[in-house]
């Protein structure tokens, strides 16, 4: 029986393993065999607090798993298979063999973005293949981009990318978007923003970073390079709560529904980071809302008569 297990291994689950700790609430954190969250596909982080010359993506999640590992967070690597949220104890099944019970749970699977399928996408990620304008646009001062989408997001990032770039390309699979008019009108007024309409990227090149695309129009069957020193895909992101469906509320989006905090809809389960959040998606956010799972847990466990 533990006090606290956390699922999840990136900011949010790293942050909430920390505040347990040093609670003594002696968390398990199941770290996955691919650990670390989205910020070990990612190079140079210069927005997180702390680092003034910033830090390589998986050295800060290196770190922070150490810090955790410090305060007397235990590990397990494995896979979550299952889940049992319905009963208490509450059960959690790792890699199908072993069951974990546990008084609070933290979610913290993230969310992980659409990727074309291009094979040179996942070569190029971190080297001028991004998801995250916010994240990744300073890198791009004057360069030329491109942005593969016609959503809301693909504009915003778009926007977003001309504050830094002398040129940002829109490609869409179709002849128009399907952004709100809000937001289209605000990229069709955008001077740096040109929409290349009924085209998908094919290849992007490349050999140690990032030199252009290879298009394809569907309409008329002709391929094109466009040189670009970056490709921001923004065609949407998915959160991974699969494993939790049937059990937990969520939205339309398969995004977990928090109240009062990090409190989902079954008492002693929270949510934090990307997995309940579909707006800001930020290493800092998702680390800040890990820290209130971890206080809400505790706060659950005194109410309870655990503490």
Known sequence: MRNVVI?????????????????????????????????????????????????????????????????????????????????????ITVDHERTIEARTVIIATGASAIQIGLKNEARLTGHGVSTCATCDGFFFRGKELVVVGGG??????????????????????????????????????????????NTIVEDILGEDTVSGVRLNNLVMGTTTTLPASGVFVAIGHRPNTALFAGQLDMDAK??????????????????????????????????????????????FLELTGHR
């Not at 915003?156 to 830094?164: H, M, V």
């Open 152 to 197: 809301d997001s693909a504009m915003e990032e778009a926007n977003f990318l001309t504050k830094f770039a002398t040129k940002v390309y829109v490609v869409h699979r179709r002849d128009k978007l399907r952004a709100s008019k809000i937001m289209q009108d605000r990229a069709f007024k955008n001077d740096k923003i040109s929409f290349i309409w």
């Open 7 to 91: 699922i999840g291994s990136g900011p949010a689950g790293l942050t909430a393993a920390i505040y347990a700790a040093r609670a003594n609430l002696a968390p398990m954190l199941v770290e996955g065999w691919q650990s670390g969250g989205q910020l070990t596909t990612t190079t140079e982080v210069e927005n997180f607090p702390g680092f003034a010359k910033g830090i390589m993506g998986p050295d800060l999640m290196k770190d922070m798993r150490a810090q955790a590992e410090r305060f007397g967070t235990d590990f397990l690597t494995g896979d979550v298979s299952s889940v049992e949220f319905g009963t208490r104890p509450l059960k």
């Open 254 to 299: 398969g995004y977990i529904v928090t109240k009062h905090g990090t409190t989902t809809s079954v008492p002693g389960v929270f949510a934090a980071g990307d997995v309940q959040d579909s707006i800001y998606r930020q290493a800092i956010t998702a680390a800040g809302t890990g820290c209130m799972a971890a206080i809400d847990a505790e706060k």
